[in-house]
């Protein structure tokens, strides 16, 4: 599975962006996307993740209300529209995806299988 993240880029806080995330390849059904980031000399942390559908959606504390986890599964896409923007939300944003899974959502990265290659999110104050 390839994953193409998009959408990055710089505002100034509060403002807004949308990431994207596209998987393809030869195993493209999937059924839990994710989105992780990571800050210069922070670990990697949980964003937010969507199951299937979308019955089942998880958000880390810091971004509940401001950030909305979406996919399009005829697409196997996930968006990340972010509003109300932060300084603290600068990072490298990843998408990941598990292919199979029946547990629901994870906010534990070693959960997920395939990793896309960042895209980066700049929020000036």
């Known amino acids: 599975v390839q994953l193409q993240a998009s959408g990055g880029g710089s505002v100034r806080a509060g403002g807004s962006l949308r990431l994207s995330c596209a998987a393809s390849g030869r195993s493209p059904s999937v059924d839990m996307m994710g989105w992780f980031r990571q800050a210069p000399g922070k670990e990697r942390e949980f964003v937010a993740a969507i199951y299937r559908s979308g019955r089942d959606r998880s958000y880390a504390d810091s971004v509940k209300g401001r950030f909305t986890i979406s996919r399009d599964s005829a697409k196997n896409m996930v968006t990340l529209p972010m509003n109300s923007l932060k300084p603290d939300d600068t990072a490298t944003y990843y998408c990941?995806?598990?292919?199979?899974?029946?547990?629901?959502?994870?906010?534990?990265?070693?959960?997920?299988?395939?990793w896309g290659q960042g895209t980066q999110v700049t929020v000036s104050s």
């Open positions: 990941a995806v598990v292919t199979k899974r029946t547990k629901g959502c994870s906010p534990s990265a070693d959960e997920y299988v395939y």
